[in-house]
């Protein structure tokens, strides 16, 4: 019997009245009830006994964990002391537009400051960007503070948490940013064989000899060229001038199978302000690497060695020349260079020397003697023009340098002296032929004739020397130029004491 059924067997014989009889069934079953009830209750006191006792283990093991709580509460209030100051550090983002970029173009680095829970800082920090290789510049819109040698820039980020800054190639120094957008605008020129830009073009091509690059390469060309603006001109001059170790006459083949691409690393970091009296400690930084494919030395190589169309045009404007009396042809020679030497930059100069001497070289019909020795003169003198050209401009901060200059003008003055020279031979030699066609014998004018003569044949032979020691000079030894000038100087004087006498 259950709890339940003796309870309700219990309230069944209730109530009775007075004198009412109890039959045996009744108490029977009443006892019945009261004894499932005592076992009831009695097992319930077991229970009970033992609730009791889990629940007073219960309260110690809960007197432990308090005693526990209060002793992590206090670790957690050192704890939070001792992280504190990690969480005024701040979470700094860096990304561009993309990572690979054609010298000429400019990437612009974003930086993003926030918390550490990616909330925007009140405060406004400032960003220390800092570059291994490459020229940072401003932009604009932005609190910037510039460091020497555009290495680094310091900014502070905008109500949105963001810096930025340019990154250009390393010889960009001194460019406005009018002429590298001018740079810019040039690359992106259209490339018809990979309907791309130049950039782009110049960036997909596996290497300089592709044939993607070589067309992109000749869109360049035009760009140097180009009469109406000059930027992309002083941009690639301004390489050649600075880069030290490319400032070395070109060759073929190409001696470069492969690009060379320079990676910068980027630094960002960043502070709670921009005073340096106060002692910051940098609380966040982040670096990305962004590279720069340097196209200009290949394309220098193959632009400068690229003189046969150029040899084609100038021939005709030279032959007329070697047809003149050697005086007159010096004229025209150095008004022709000069004609083509305009607005030409660093680079067009040096390709416009080889072409014109090439075409120099190139030419046929000179049978005369001394015109044949002009040629030669004029092609020496070519030569070392073109070369103390460039040191000129390379090497101009150099002593060397200094002194090849007024050594080429010179010997431009001396190849004039020579000149002169030689329409004074063709006219004694006129003289000589005339007087020998005279029949009379006078004594006195064929003394005369004899002794010009003589001058004559003395002259020749001292222009044949000063012919041996243009050759010999070496433009690229001080002594060797030094002691040829002063030799031919020797020269043209006692050619000018004969003619004197």
């Not at 219990?10 to 108490?27: C, E, F, R, Y």
């Not at 045009?313 to 025209?332: H, M, S």
């Amino acid at each position: 019997m259950t709890l339940q059924q003796a309870i309700n067997q219990v309230n069944a014989l209730a109530p009775k009245s007075a004198g009412q009889l109890i039959k045996h069934t009744d108490w029977n079953a009443l006892i019945t009830s009261i004894a499932t009830i005592g076992t009831a209750v009695s097992d319930n006191q077991t229970r009970l006994d033992l609730v009791e006792a889990d629940a007073q283990a219960l309260r110690n093991d809960l007197t432990a964990a308090i005693a526990r709580l209060d002793t992590v509460e206090e670790d957690l209030d050192e704890l939070r002391g001792q992280i504190a100051p990690l969480l005024d550090q701040y979470l700094v983002r860096t990304s561009c537009e993309r990572i690979r970029y054609a010298m000429g173009e400019v990437c612009v680095i974003t930086a993003e400051v926030t918390t550490l829970t990616g909330e925007p800082i009140e405060e406004r920090p400032w960003v220390d960007f800092v570059s291994s290789w490459g020229r940072l510049r401003q932009v604009p819109g932005f609190t910037s503070r510039a460091g020497v040698g555009d290495n680094s820039v310091s900014v502070r980020v905008n109500n949105e948490g963001i810096a930025q800054v340019q990154l250009r190639a390393d010889h960009t120094e001194g460019f406005t940013d009018t002429e590298e957008q001018e740079v810019q605008g040039s690359l992106q020129t259209l490339v018809e064989v990979s309907n791309t830009t130049i950039a782009q073009t110049l960036l997909a091509a596996n290497s300089p000899t592709e044939f993607t690059a070589q067309a992109a390469f000749k869109a360049l060309s035009k760009e140097y060229e180009r009469a109406d603006t000059n930027a992309m001109r002083s941009y690639v001059d301004t390489y050649f001038v600075r880069m030290p170790e490319y400032q070395i006459r070109p060759i073929r083949p190409n001696p470069f199978p492969s690009w060379r691409d320079y990676r910068a690393t980027v630094m960002a970091m960043a502070k709670p302000d921009g005073d340096p009296t106060t002692a910051d400690y940098s609380r966040g930084a982040s670096s990305i690497q962004i590279t720069f494919r340097d196209w200009i030395n290949y394309w220098i190589n193959d632009y400068v060695l690229d003189i046969n169309p150029g040899v084609i045009d100038v021939i005709p404007d030279l032959e007329p020349i070697f047809t003149k009396p050697i005086g007159e042809a010096t004229l025209d020679f150095e008004g022709l260079m000069a004609e083509k030497l305009i607005d030409k930059g660093v680079i067009g100069r040096m390709k416009t020397f080889d072409t014109i001497r090439e075409a120099i070289g190139q030419l046929g019909g000179v049978t005369d003697p001394v015109m044949t020795q002009f040629k030669d003169q004029v092609t020496n003198a070519v030569a070392v023009q073109g070369a103390n050209d460039i040191n000129q401009w390379v090497y101009s901060v150099n002593t060397t340098a200094a002194q090849g200059i007024p050594t080429a003008t010179a010997f431009l003055s001396m190849q004039k002296q020579s000149a002169g020279l030689g329409d004074e031979i063709h006219n004694l030699t006129g003289k000589v032929q005339e007087t020998e066609n005279v029949t009379q014998s006078i004594a006195v004018l064929e003394g005369r004739m004899q002794a010009a003569e003589n001058v004559g044949v003395n002259i020749d032979q001292r222009l044949n020397l000063i012919n041996d020691s243009v050759k010999a000079i070496n433009v690229f030894d001080d002594s060797s130029i030094q002691f040829g000038v002063n030799k031919i100087t020797a020269d043209i004087e006692l050619i000018r004491n004969q003619l004197g006498s």
